[in-house]
């Protein structure tokens, strides 16, 4: 419920602290407990009136495999220091201009291990359109630093973050639904990789888009 709040409250760019790139968005900490992971749908877009018409579906939002949890530890001794975890997901989709645009809510929590101390922890997460298949391709990609205060008294904080600026082309409805919008811990990113490729040819209405490639090199190595 929370979190649908956050979704329904953060146009405008009210409440976010924080920037993405050179985009007017941000990132919202929020003092919400983080639950077991999900993917929240909406309704169908209708596009055309009559025979003309097409619809499209939102696309999934889920956690990418291996990226659900994220750990650092102590240098000289292994120890854990801190971990963090990602819970509920939630989207709302609209069409604008030719494009797909999508609202990405996520909830998380931070955890304070044996050698972690209190303080602001820099929590890297990335958010990456994929279009699946035999051969995945990154259609856009959006990598941050979300600030979370972990208080002395608790040893852990949850955290909330929402997105609203993931878009993207349209295609066919039939081939949109190959697309899934994957969320995760990326500790080895850096904004480096939301730099999109030159190219003269780029139509105006057309967002920007990652350097693209697979889904591995958007989250780094795929887990073993």
Same mark, same amino acid.
């Given at each position: $419920?929370?979190?649908?709040?956050? *979704?329904?409250?953060? &146009? ?5 602290? &924080?920037?993405? @790139? ?17 993917? =929240? ?7 055309? !009136? ?15 495999? +291996?990226?659900? !949890? ?13 971990? +963090?975890?990602?819970?509920? *997901?939630?989207?709302?989709? $609209? ?6 645009? =999508? ?19 820099? /929590? ?5 359109? /994929?279009?699946? &298949?035999?051969?995945?391709? !990154? ?21 909330? /973050?929402?997105?609203?600026?993931? $878009? ?7 081939? $949109? ?5 994957? /969320? @995760?811990?990326?500790?080895? +990113? ?29 989250? &780094?190595?795929?887990?073993?």
């Amino acid at each position: $419920m929370a979190l649908a709040l956050a *979704l329904a409250g953060c &146009g405008a760019g009210e409440g976010l602290d &924080g920037s993405f @790139g050179a985009q007017d968005v941000g990132v919202a900490a929020g003092g919400t407990s983080a639950g077991v992971v999900n993917s =929240v749908t909406t309704g169908a877009l209708t596009v055309g !009136t009559g025979n003309s018409a097409q619809t499209y579906d939102c696309p999934v939002v889920t956690v990418r495999t +291996g990226a659900a !949890t994220w750990q650092v530890t102590d240098k000289s001794t292994g120890a854990l220091r801190l971990q +963090g975890s990602i819970g509920r *997901l939630a989207r709302e989709c $609209m069409i604008v201009g030719g494009n797909m645009q =999508v609202k990405v809510g996520i909830e998380g929590r931070i955890l304070l291990g044996e050698k972690g101390a209190p303080g602001q922890v820099k /929590v890297p997460i990335r958010i990456a359109v /994929v279009q699946e &298949g035999p051969t995945p391709k !990154t259609i856009t990609t959006k990598f941050f630093l979300v600030p979370v205060d972990v208080p002395t008294d608790l040893g852990q904080a949850a955290f909330t /973050v929402v997105e609203d600026q993931v $878009m993207f082309p349209l295609l066919k409805p039939g081939e $949109m639904e190959r697309y899934v919008v994957y /969320v @995760g811990f990326d500790p080895q +990113g850096s904004e480096a990789k939301e730099k999109p490729k030159a190219s003269a040819a780029a139509k105006p209405r057309k967002p920007p888009a990652s350097s693209g490639g697979s889904d591995s090199e958007v989250f &780094g190595p795929k887990p073993q």
